[in-house]
Nanobody, 121 residues
C-alpha cells in the first residue's frame, strides 16, 4: 500500500477549469481518479499505467487530462469545460494493475481521502 494525498479541489462555474493533484508515498503500477457524487455510485474516470497508457471514462474524455510525474510519484487531473454534473468528491487510487472504468477492480490497494469539486451553473 501507499499513502495518497489529494489537493486542488474547489468551486468553479460551469465552463471553468480545475487541476487536481495526488501525491503518493511510493510507486504503484497504476494510478487513477475516481469520483462520487451524493446518492450515486463511485465511478472511475481516468487511469495512468506505468508504461504511459492512459484511459478515460467516455463522459470526461476530451475535457479531462490525466498526467503522471514518475519522479515524485504523483498524478494530476486537469479538468476543463467543467459541468455541474462533474460535481463530486474526487479520489485518487493506486493499484497493482489498472482497472476497468467506471467500475474499478480488486487490484486497487490504496485510496486517498478525497477532495471536493463543486461546479455551479
Amino acid at each position: 500500500q501507499v499513502r495518497l494525498v489529494e489537493s486542488g479541489g474547489g468551486s468553479v462555474q460551469a465552463g471553468g477549469s480545475l487541476r487536481l493533484s495526488c501525491e503518493a508515498s511510493g510507486w504503484s503500477y497504476c494510478l487513477g481518479w475516481f469520483r462520487q457524487a451524493p446518492g450515486k455510485e463511485r465511478e472511475g474516470i481516468a487511469t495512468f499505467r506505468d508504461d504511459g497508457i492512459r484511459a478515460y471514462l467516455y463522459s470526461v474524455e476530451g475535457r479531462f487530462t490525466i498526467s503522471r510525474d514518475f519522479g515524485n510519484n504523483s498524478i494530476h487531473l486537469q479538468m476543463n469545460k467543467l459541468k455541474p454534473e462533474d460535481s463530486a468528491m474526487y479520489y485518487c487510487a493506486a493499484g497493482r494493475y489498472c482497472w476497468r472504468l467506471p467500475e474499478g477492480s480488486s487490484s486497487i490497494h490504496s485510496w486517498g481521502q478525497g477532495t471536493q469539486v463543486t461546479v455551479s451553473s
